[in-house]
T-cell receptor, first 114, second 112 residues
Framework: EPEVTQTPSHQVTQMGQEVILRCVPI?????FYWYRQILGQKVEFLVS????????KSEIFDDQFSVERPDGSNFTLKIRSTKLEDSAMYFC????????????FGEGSRLTVL | RKEVEQDPGPFNVPEGATVAFNCTYSNSASQSFFWYRQDCRKEPKLLMSVYSSGNEDGRFTAQLNRASQYISLLIRDSKLSDSATYLC?????????????FGAGTRLAVHP
């Protein structure tokens, strides 16, 4: 069964460092997303991406965050200068359609900022 | 008012029990609705979509009341493997893009 894969599964970093989280969406999917879940809290929307551009982003997705699809297969989330409150599980997801489509989530990348 | 609101639980039920979860949402323009399941420290996985006419998938039945902005999930004949957190999810996307808004989840623990 096709799946969304994410790397790394866990990253520990120092405050102020840059972090890149990588995702390989399902191959025939066209819509890509990042969500995050702070420990013990709900899953929160960060950003959606289609046709090589951001279609929507949340208030959380400030200037410290960026996304790109550098090579047609990977979909990355970069956090430019990490803060303690960026510690969370980051989930990548993809979908075939843009509306009412089922989102397939990766297993997540756990980011710990010290 | 929270965008998607759920009773956090936990619901502790014996195997074989019937359990019901409720959820309310604030955006009346929302068009699609889902129940996802999340196991501890794992990714959310789609359990089922929720349709206005109500829909059933095996032991699971979902209902939607648009007038009351209320969604429910009924699990019959609970199994140990049903133990998880159940996430009520509303698609708040517009312009052709999905934007899932998750509730905080309702925890279910099924015991022998």
């Amino acid at each position: 069964e096709p799946e969304v894969t994410q790397t790394p599964s866990h990253q520990v970093t120092q405050m102020g460092q840059e972090v890149i989280l990588r995702c390989v969406p399902i191959s025939n999917h066209l819509y890509f997303y990042w969500y995050r879940q702070i420990l013990g809290q709900k899953v929160e929307f960060l950003v959606s991406f289609y046709n090589n551009e951001i279609s929507e982003k949340s208030e959380i997705f400030d200037d410290q965050f960026s996304v790109e699809r550098p090579d047609g297969s990977n979909f990355t989330l970069k956090i430019r200068s990490t803060k303690l409150e960026d510690s969370a599980m980051y989930f990548c997801a993809s979908s075939q359609s843009g509306e009412a489509g089922e989102l397939f989530f990766g297993e997540g990348s756990r980011l710990t900022v010290l | 008012r929270k965008e998607v609101e759920q009773d956090p639980g936990p619901f502790n039920v014996p195997e074989g029990a019937t359990v019901a979860f409720n959820c309310t949402y604030s955006n009346s323009a929302s068009q699609s609705f889902f129940w996802y399941r999340q196991d501890c420290r794992k990714e959310p996985k789609l359990l089922m979509s929720v349709y206005s006419s109500g829909n059933e998938d095996g032991r699971f039945t979902a209902q939607l009341n648009r007038a009351s902005q209320y969604i429910s999930l009924l699990i019959r004949d609970s199994k140990l493997s049903d133990s998880a957190t159940y996430l009520c999810v509303v698609n708040a996307g517009s312009g052709g893009y999905n934007k899932l808004i998750f509730g905080a989840g309702t925890r279910l623990a099924v015991h022998p």
